[in-house]
């Protein structure tokens, strides 16, 4: 039950990692960094849709990496805990 509990809570962990990850891509992406918002309105749709789906990709891999390091160190944290019995 400990155990399954500390995955819950580290799946929530992750979670939340993800989100502030997502939140600091949109707030300072190096990639995009300094460039003028306005290039937008000499973008085309496709162009913009590309860039956006970049942009949604990054996330998506770095949110797994996430979830994997949580899921990983839940493993370890449930090796190293007495099993109940």
Known sequence: MREA???????KDA???ARA????VFAVNPETAGRDPARYA??????INAELEATRQRIEKRRDELR???AEQAAREAARAPRAQ
Do not use: F, V
Request: proline share 4%; no cysteine.
């Open 15 to 17: 979670e939340q990692a």
């Open 5 to 11: 509990a500390r995955a819950a809570a580290a799946a």
């Open 21 to 24: 990850a997502e939140a600091a």
């Open 68 to 70: 994997a390091m949580a």
């Open 42 to 47: 000499t973008m085309s749709p496709q162009e």
